[in-house]
């Protein structure tokens, strides 16, 4: 698997870095077929055939380790900016 970290800075408490998280994961579970749950209080697992995530919510950030599979290689890119830009929407 393809290893890809992106960091997204916030100014909020991990509580609401959390909750805004929290209210999209119904989001992706639906659009794409992804598995969402909460590991402990600030570990977010997301896991969909091809593609496993971490977000972890520290103080200051957030921060992803996502692991591709093969057919999802050639879309790294793609992948690390919608999410970079996602995340930056939602702790905004």
Not at 34 to 41: F, H, L, P, Q
Not at 65 to 79: K, N, S, V, W
Request: glycine share 6%.
């Amino acid at each position: 698997m393809n290893k890809l970290e992106v960091d997204i800075a916030h100014r909020l408490s991990r509580d609401e870095a959390r909750s805004r998280i929290d209210r999209v994961t119904e989001k992706l579970a639906r659009d794409f077929s992804a598995e969402c749950n909460w590991d402990g209080g600030s570990r977010l697992v997301v896991k969909r055939k091809g593609l496993q995530a971490y977000l972890d919510i520290a103080d200051d950030r957030v921060h992803v380790d996502m692991e591709l599979g093969m057919f999802m290689r050639p879309f790294a890119g793609t992948i690390r900016a919608g999410i970079a830009k996602q995340l930056a929407d939602i702790l905004a």
